[in-house]
């Protein structure tokens, strides 16, 4: 489906000019809350009613909507019911190990009664939902609620795993998949792609398309969420990789809706004032243009302590100028403070810093200084960084991130850190060698130069609007026409 064309169906006639009430229901990860939250500030926007629905905890903890939203956006509290297995109070994937994961899928299927229930209550006419809430399908089609995956992966990712009649028979295949399947691309891609896992990633995938405690797979979780959709919308745009766009449609029978890369807007006011950004922005102002490597892995990924020291004793050695953000995850489960390795920050000092707690990422990557970043590969992390133009150094670790890492090195914006294809470990010289190669070394300049490019795609807000005005549009018209 082409975004630039307007859709010319008037589905329900008059009725397109009623104001709509949306539904909003993330996974429970800050990484899905937060596209969720930015996509009903567009459709709030133009006049439509949203209810976004989670439990008390993740909603105290969202950042806090303009007051233009107040009467618009409706914060639906539904407690997160108590699972053997789950740490108390944990309601995110943040309060959380990786391995507790599977607990908190199955105390969310919990949440099904009173969702029901408020559902009925006020029988909205879209429900946009998450992957994990694969029991929405019946509800949706008893209740007669038009209904959307939003999925805040990227193409490839859904992709990768085929439709979703082969996802749902994952869950009592009698040949389960096995690790090997998983190092290749897959055979229902039509076209040339570097797509693939590495065996350490694979064995995630492997445990994805097996049962566990909450008594399904999260592989089937997908296919059941994809089944009988109205749409998926996803962060996705046809000017980059669209052939993927189109492969999704063709899987799965279903309406595909990119929303664009919906590219993040850097506030400035309030910042301004702020004494983080303060002292940040001295340290980089010091910098001289394009010579930072800026570091993070994102909020959610545990690295150990052997992880910590290769990635330090790599910055050091690169000689490059470094700004690294180094939370402890909160739900790490470990009290033990972060340890570097003994003198690094002092060898480093004025070449580098460790910055421990929160950061203002986009600020920081509007930088005038900056000029790569190391990064997990979210793909609202890639989106942040090509949008200004820096080229990405590569170190994925869990779900979409390898698969991204492919995709954007076989682009040519950034090169991903070589690893021990068994165990995923990585040394410092590979560490080094990637920064020094894509920050300063005459054969990254290509990179550099590609990665500059693309952030007139990446940042173009005026595409990526049209986009979402498409969007909007398709669920002003495409409604069921409620008794």
Known sequence: MDPHQLLK??????????????????????????????????????????????????IERLPKIPSEFSNSINFVKIPLPKVDGLPENAEATMDIRTEEIIYLKKAMDGMEKEVT?????????????????YWLAPISAKLGISRIYYSIYNAWFISFFGSFEHMINTNNCTSPPKLEDFLVPQKWIPFETKAAYRRHEARWVVGSSQKNVSGVSDIYRIGVTIKGLDAIIIRHCHEFEGQWLKLLEDLNHVFVLPTGLMPPVVQSSSDERNESWISIKEWLDDKPKSS??????????????????????????SGSPFFWVLRKPSGSGNSNPIELPDGFEERTKGRGIVWKSWAPQLKILSHDSVGGFLTHCGWSSIIEGLMFGHPLIMLPFLVDQGLNAR???????????????????????????????????????????KAKELSSLFGNKDLHDKYIENLIEFLENHRKVKN
């Open 9 to 58: 169906s008037k589905a329900n006639g008059d009725e397109s000019n009623k104001k709509l009430h949306i539904v909003m229901f993330p996974w429970l990860a800050f990484g899905h809350f937060i596209p969720f939250l930015e996509l009903s500030k567009f459709i709030a926007q133009k006049g439509h009613k949203i209810s976004f629905i989670s439990t008390p905890k993740n």
């Open 292 to 317: 930072v490597v800026y570091v993070a892995l994102g909020s959610e990924v545990t690295i150990g302590q052997s992880e910590i020291n290769e990635l330090a004793h790599g910055l050091e050695s």
């Open 407 to 449: 995709i954007l090195e076989d682009k040519g914006v950034g090169v991903e850190v070589p690893r021990n294809e068994e165990d995923g470990s990585y040394t410092s010289d590979s560490v080094a060698n990637s920064v020094k190669l894509v920050m300063v070394e005459n054969a990254g300049k290509i990179i550099r130069e």
């Open 117 to 133: 229930i408020f559902l009925e209550k006020n029988s909205p006419d879209w429900i946009i939902q998450d992957f994990a809430q």
